[in-house]
């Protein structure tokens, strides 16, 4: 921190100090509720990280968990926009899908009733609700259109119990149900994993998407160890990073690997198999001779 400080931060004050003194009191407001008034003091207004180095860390922790909140909200749009795009679901798990929605629901609401900060879970929100979205459509180009009206029913009703009727889940079922929720999160990445060595590629299955589900793991990781002393979800963050890491190498070693290859239907074999003479005309009927054309010399 002081080689930062001497060699970055000391040659720039004289050009950051204005720009701190114009910014808006609302944001001051804002980062004091983020980092607290002497964190705040030390790093903006003094514009020194060596003056109480939890503060940077802290800093640094708010920092990246507001970037994982923005970025889970476009995380899986594109794998979104790829089963629309295709209209297929090959390569893609509904099962891995329909875990990790009830471990986000579960975790979200985990956070809610213990007042955790948002930093720490908002992003559970964002990304249930493009998990959800994705198992529809997964489902509904499997042909199994009332099975996602299904899903989205059960969404619902889990919802509701988890959030909105705290009396049918109480505190000490939540804290069992968050326990829970690690291994539902970590299960959820099995049969992906498992659909992606069984089908030889990734299908449809977004790179972006499984990137930044690595990064953004690696980073709660670090933002839960600085703001939330809660092991369950901590150990349940390092779980799912390590399957993150497995999925992440599947999806560079099959990075140029085709499609499989659709098998053929006996009959379309059958047509690959006759002659051509045969194909263009009338086949002939067995023990009837073709007529030939003699030629006149």
Same mark, same amino acid.
């Given at each position: 921190?002081?080689?930062?400080?001497n060699?970055?931060?000391?040659?720039?004050?004289?050009?950051?100090?204005?720009?701190?003194?114009?910014?808006?009191?609302?944001?001051?407001?804002?980062?004091?509720?983020?980092?607290?008034?002497?964190?705040?003091?030390?790093?903006?207004?003094?514009?020194?990280?060596?003056?109480?180095?939890?503060?940077?860390?802290?800093a640094?922790?708010?920092?990246?968990?507001?970037?994982?909140?923005?970025?889970?909200?476009?995380?899986?749009?594109?794998q979104?926009?790829?089963?629309?795009?295709?209209?297929?679901?090959?390569?893609?798990?509904?099962?891995?899908?329909?875990?990790?929605?009830?471990?986000?629901?579960?975790?979200?609401?985990?956070?809610?009733?213990?007042?955790?900060?948002f930093?720490?879970?908002?992003?559970?929100?964002?990304?249930?609700?493009?998990?959800?979205?994705?198992?529809v459509?997964?489902?509904?180009?499997?042909?199994?259109?009332? =099975?996602? @009206?299904?899903? /989205? %029913?059960?969404? !619902?009703?889990? &919802? +509701?119990?988890?959030?909105?009727?705290?009396?049918?889940?109480?505190?000490?079922?939540?804290?069992?149900?968050?326990?829970? =929720?690690? @291994?539902?999160? /970590? %299960?959820?990445? !099995?049969?992906? &994993? +498992?659909?992606?060595?069984?089908?030889?590629?990734?299908?449809?299955?977004?790179?972006?998407?499984?990137?930044?589900?690595l =990064?953004?793991?690696?980073?709660?990781?670090?933002?839960?160890?600085?703001?939330?002393?809660?092991?369950?979800?901590?150990?349940?963050?390092?779980a799912?990073?390590?399957?993150?890491?497995?999925?992440?190498?599947?999806?560079?070693?099959?990075?140029?690997?085709?499609?499989?290859?659709?098998?053929?239907?006996?009959?379309?074999?059958?047509?690959?198999?006759?002659?051509?003479?045969?194909?263009?005309?009338?086949?002939?009927?067995?023990?009837?001779?073709?007529?030939?054309?003699?030629?006149?010399?």
């Amino acid at each position: 921190m002081d080689t930062l400080q001497n060699s970055v931060i000391a040659p720039l004050q004289p050009y950051l100090e204005p720009i701190v003194s114009a910014i808006p009191e609302q944001v001051h407001d804002a980062v004091i509720s983020l980092i607290g008034k002497p964190c705040h003091s030390a790093l903006l207004l003094d514009l020194d990280v060596t003056k109480d180095p939890a503060c940077t860390t802290l800093a640094i922790s708010k920092a990246l968990g507001i970037a994982i909140v923005g970025a889970s909200a476009i995380v899986k749009v594109p794998q979104i926009l790829k089963l629309i795009g295709s209209r297929s679901s090959a390569g893609v798990s509904f099962v891995s899908y329909a875990l990790e929605t009830a471990s986000l629901l579960i975790t979200l609401s985990y956070g809610v009733r213990n007042h955790f900060p948002f930093s720490t879970y908002g992003e559970t929100a964002l990304i249930a609700v493009q998990d959800i979205a994705v198992g529809v459509l997964v489902l509904h180009f499997a042909g199994r259109t009332a =099975a996602a @009206a299904t899903f /989205v %029913a059960l969404v !619902a009703a889990s &919802i +509701y119990a988890l959030l909105f009727d705290q009396t049918l889940v109480d505190a000490q079922t939540m804290a069992y149900l968050q326990a829970g =929720a690690g @291994a539902l999160g /970590v %299960a959820s990445k !099995a049969p992906q &994993i +498992y659909t992606i060595w069984r089908e030889g590629g990734t299908g449809q299955l977004s790179a972006f998407a499984v990137f930044n589900y690595l =990064a953004g793991s690696l980073s709660r990781i670090f933002t839960t160890l600085q703001e939330v002393d809660d092991k369950l979800i901590l150990y349940g963050f390092i779980a799912g990073f390590s399957l993150n890491v497995i999925l992440a190498t599947q999806m560079i070693w099959y990075w140029n690997a085709p499609s499989p290859a659709k098998k053929q239907t006996p009959r379309a074999k059958a047509v690959e198999k006759t002659p051509v003479a045969q194909a263009s005309g009338a086949s002939p009927r067995p023990g009837v001779k073709t007529p030939t054309t003699r030629r006149r010399g």
